[in-house]
């Protein structure tokens, strides 16, 4: 299957809409084109609420859902036709295609957003929207609702309160259909095969942004549209910083490579990291991090079910990684003691992981307090990713162990009796990769 069917997202909305009641309506709205310099714009990326809803594209999209509304309960503002315009820069469905291809009940242009938004509010309590991501837009909203709308001689009603549209939305998005699961799938394979593409054609004096290229090539010649974030790859030192995407560096044959990247397919997110000698071969002191990362990696992986909490992954992975610090003499003194005082923040300084959808860090997160926890739910996917980073820089390390970072990350599907690795076809045991990295003939890649 390649994409959603329009009754996926009829559902969607169906489900959305028993939650925000006949005296309630909401607005999504969909970010306007980025210009990225002179007359060009970053290619558009819409909205993953507009996309989850509707599985519209274009950009600017506004949808309503009004749950009961005479006029019609799912509404859609879009850029309308126009022929010299898409001679130009593509085909728009305009509000006829809203209606036909996206199932709107009513559609209209953007440029009737404020003669034909209002009436949507009208008598409706509550406004389900999402402030702060658009302060143009959120003018414009507070200003349809304070309009009083004067029709028969009487002052329409409009909503009095804003809710955060987000809590109702997170929660659908948290868990995955089976639709879903089988794009997410998808994303999880072709960027495991990325993933063992570069690794068979690494070798020492190549560019880190050659392994990107042939990621991405491999991305994008499988149907995926984008990378679902910007591609890591980091040899030696460079792998020690968390985000890095200069990917400008020349490999060198004592560097561990870190590639974190993964495919956006269909709007859902592949999201895998490994780490490998350029060379096919761990030094000693490489091994050492790699195993203590992986072991940390399978055991958190193991944890995952329906009977954990998120926090407890988050912790036990702290106090595994902080094991393995004092075990590599990275750390010194009691594990309790350096638990208490986070001292593996310093190697290992960001979160077990996150949830996986739409957006690569995914919604279902999100605390109000902190002691707030978070129970895995049948069906979210999650990433599990340990990693320890020790700088060139840090003096404080035994020599031979500056200059490695090493992370491995999966995707995990939480299920009713435990969890499925969907990115289980990567390899990641030690000696897979050494047999693996170096193994391609260079000369597939030549003119
Ligand atoms: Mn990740």
Redesign the pocket.
Known sequence: MDSLSPEVFETRRRQMMDQIGDEGVAVFVGPPPRNRSNDTDYPYRPSSDVVYLSGFREPRAVLVLAPGHDEGQFVMFVPKRDEKYERWEGRRAGPEGAVEKFGADAAFALEDLDEELPKWFEGRKRLYYTLGSDPDFDQKMLRWTQTKRHSRGKVAKMPGAVVDVRDLLFKARLTKSKEELELMRRACEISSEAHILAMKHCRPGIYEYELQGLIEYHFRRSGGEFPAYSSIVGAGDNATILHYTDNNSKIGDQDVVLI?A?VEYQFYAG?I?RSFPASGKFTPAQRDIYQAVLEVEKATIELVSTDATYEELQESSRRMITEALVELGLLEGSVDELMEEKAYGDYYPHSI??P?GVD??DVGLFKVSDDEAHDLVANMVL?I?PGIYVPAADENAPEEMRGIGVRI?DDILVTESGYENLTASCPKEVDEIEALVGSGDPKALEL
């Open positions: 974190d993964g999201d990291t992981g996150h996986l690569v860090h990433t990713e990350e």
